[in-house]
C-alpha cells in the first residue's frame, strides 16, 4: 500500500505542469509568495506541494492538494503557540518536521520523520509511522482509523477505536481506551496502568507486550532555516548554466574568497539524486541521462553554509 502511495505520488508530479505544482525554494512564512516556485501562495487547487525549507505559519493551516510532502530538510511549524494543522491531502507525507498546538488529519498520513504536537492529535485516514518516525502529543491523540506504528508514539491519553498494528512503542503517561482491535509485536507502555481511565473494550493480541516505563524520547522539530537570506553570501551571484539543458549544467560563484563549493542536486521529492565538491569556486555537473524534469540545485560554503538554491530543468 505504501509503494503505491509513493508512487502515486511521484508519478503525479511527473505528469503535472509546474503550474499545478509549489514547491518552497526558501523558508519563510507560508503567506509570504516569494517563497514558493511558481511564485504565490498555495490556495489548496495545487495537485502536488512541496516543502525543502522551514515554514511558518499563524492560526488555521488546512491543507487541501491532492499531495503534500515535507522532504528531509523541510519543517511545517506553527509561529503563535496557537496554530491548528489541518490535513485534507489525498497523500500526506512526512520526511522532516511538524510542530503545531492542535493537528488534525483526515486523510492518509505517512510519517518518516518528526511530529511535535503540544496539545491534540485527531487522526482520522490511515496513518503510518515507520522506522525511525516520532511523534510527540503533549495531551491526547485520538485514533479513528487504521494506525501501522513501526516507530514511536507518545502521548499523555490514546483513545484507541481503530485497527492498530506494527513492531513499534506507543508511551503513555495517563489514560489508555481501546475500543477496537490492537495487533502485532508493539510494545505499549503505560505509566499508570491501573487507573480509572484505563479501559480495554477491544482486543489486543497476545504478541503485544507491556511496559510501564518510557522507552520513547521526546521530540525536537529544530529546522534550519536555508536559503539566500540568512547569512552573508546574501548579495552574491550564482550563476548555473545552460539553464534549461540536457543535463550538462556549470556553476559558477561570483566570490573568490571561496575556495570550496559544495553541491546538492535534489529531484521535487526531496531525493538527492547528485552531491559533489569542487576546490574552487566554480564547477561542472552531469546528471545522469535517466533523469528528466524539474530539479533544485543546493550551493553550498566549506561551512555548509547554503549560499543559495536554484531551480534547473533537464529536458
Known amino acids: 500500500m505504501i509503494r ?21 525554494i526558501s523558508a519563510g512564512a507560508w503567506t ?62 512526512n520526511y522532516g ?27 482520522s485516514g490511515n496513518f503510518w509511522i515507520y522506522t525511525g518516525g516520532k511523534v510527540d502529543v503533549g495531551m491526547m491523540f485520538n485514533s479513528s482509523d487504521n494506525v501501522m506504528n513501526d516507530g514511536e508514539l507518545k502521548c499523555a491519553q490514546w483513545t484507541n477505536g481503530a485497527l492498530v498494528s506494527g513492531i513499534g512503542n506507543f508511551c503513555i503517561s495517563a489514560c489508555f481506551i481501546n475500543t477496537s482491535s490492537i495487533a502485532g ?31 520513547c524520547t521526546g521530540v525536537s522539530v529544530a529546522c534550519v532555516p536555508s536559503g539566500v537570506n540568512d547569512f552573508e553570501h546574501e548579495k552574491v551571484n550564482v550563476s548555473v548554466f545552460p539553464n534549461p539543458s ?38 561542472h555537473i552531469k546528471l545522469s541521462r535517466e533523469l528528466k524534469g524539474m530539479f533544485f540545485v543546493e550551493v553550498s560554503d566549506t561551512e555548509n553554509r547554503i549560499i543559495i538554491t536554484k531551480k534547473i530543468v533537464v529536458h
Open 32 to 93: 509570504n509568495p516569494a517563497i514558493w516556485f511558481p511564485t504565490g501562495v498555495p490556495n489548496g487547487s495545487e495537485v502536488n506541494v512541496l516543502i525543502n525549507h522551514q515554514v511558518t505559519f499563524t492560526g488555521m493551516l488546512p491543507l487541501g492538494s491532492d499531495s503534500f510532502l515535507i522532504t528531509t530538510n523541510g519543517c511545517l511549524t506553527g509561529s503563535s503557540g496557537n496554530d491548528t494543522l489541518v490535513t485534507g491531502a489525498t497523500v500526506f507525507g
Open 97 to 123: 518536521g511538524i510542530d503545531v498546538k492542535e493537528f488534525i488529519t483526515s486523510d492518509d498520513f505517512l510519517n518518516y520523520g518528526r511530529v511535535k504536537v503540544s496539545q491534540n492529535f485527531n487522526q
Open 246 to 283: 540536457g543535463g550538462n549544467f556549470s556553476i559558477s560563484v561570483d566570490d573568490s574568497e571561496l575556495k570550496m563549493i559544495r553541491v546538492i542536486v535534489y529531484d521535487v521529492t526531496g531525493k538527492n539524486v547528485l552531491e559533489q565538491q569542487f576546490n574552487s569556486n566554480k564547477g
Open 4 to 24: 503505491t502511495l509513493l508512487s502515486t505520488f511521484l508519478l503525479s508530479i511527473a505528469l503535472v505542469s509546474f503550474s499545478q505544482n509549489k514547491t518552497t
Open 185 to 215: 509485536t508493539l510494545d505499549i507502555c503505560d505509566a499508570t496502568p491501573s487507573t480509572i481511565c484505563d479501559v480495554n473494550g477491544g482486543s489486543i493480541a497476545p504478541s503485544v507486550t507491556y511496559c510501564v516505563a518510557s522507552p
